[in-house]
């Protein structure tokens, strides 16, 4: 799995729509949000790609559930918790993961 941020809530729309995970929102410079993803490395470097080069196939309902989703969590000013990872032993330890854009 990778990770993937992204402050374009659109195409982070369009990931959700085909299979990217939203884990977390983190605070940007000033008022900005960022979106950060989890997803298969191959689909999603093929899914910015589409994306990008505007050969993007969505289900417009669906992207606009998602769209209307995130925004519900950027107007309610909700922070998603940092994804953590525990040990065997019950210790937690910081994410390592690789992150784009």
């Known amino acids: ?5 992204s402050n374009d809530i659109w195409l982070v729309a369009y990931m959700t729509c085909q ?11 000033g ?11 191959a689909a999603l470097t093929q ?7 505007g050969a993007a196939r969505v289900d417009p309902r ?3 559930h998602k769209l209307a989703d995130l925004k519900g969590l950027l107007s309610s ?7 953590r990872k525990d040990k065997q032993d ?12």
């Open 19 to 29: 299979g990217a995970k939203l884990e977390r929102l983190i605070q940007g410079k």
């Open 62 to 64: 669906e992207l606009r």
């Open 77 to 83: 000013r909700a922070v998603l918790p940092p994804k």
């Open 31 to 41: 008022k900005r949000k960022i979106f950060v993803v989890t997803w298969q490395a």
């Open 90 to 101: 019950g210790t937690s330890s910081s994410d390592e993961s690789a992150s784009a854009e």
């Open 1 to 5: 799995m990778m990770e993937y941020q």
């Open 47 to 53: 899914a910015v790609s589409d994306y990008h080069r």
